[in-house]
């Protein structure tokens, strides 16, 4: 997967599963597009986790405290 911002792949993910949605593609492309949405799926998951952990080292820096 090529280098992407978390809103890129966000709006990629988002049209991969409206072309799945839709119930025009065949069903290799559906397993395609099932793949392609995982991986989608799991790079904004890690997206989110490493802007999580950037704000939680910013919050421990600063003095301030993470109520999670």
């Known amino acids: 997967m090529k280098k992407m911002t ?5 709006e ?5 599963v409206n072309a799945m949605e839709s119930g025009t593609v065949s ?6 597009l099932y793949e392609e949405g995982t991986k989608l799926a799991v ?3 890690k997206c989110l986790e490493t802007a999580k952990q950037k704000i939680t080292d910013i919050s421990n820096y600063t003095g ?3 109520d999670d």
């Open 12 to 16: 990629k993910l988002q049209q991969t």
């Open 43 to 45: 790079y904004c998951m």
């Open 64 to 66: 301030e405290e993470d």
């Open 27 to 32: 069903l290799d492309e559906s397993v395609k």
């Open 6 to 10: 978390y809103e890129q792949a966000l």
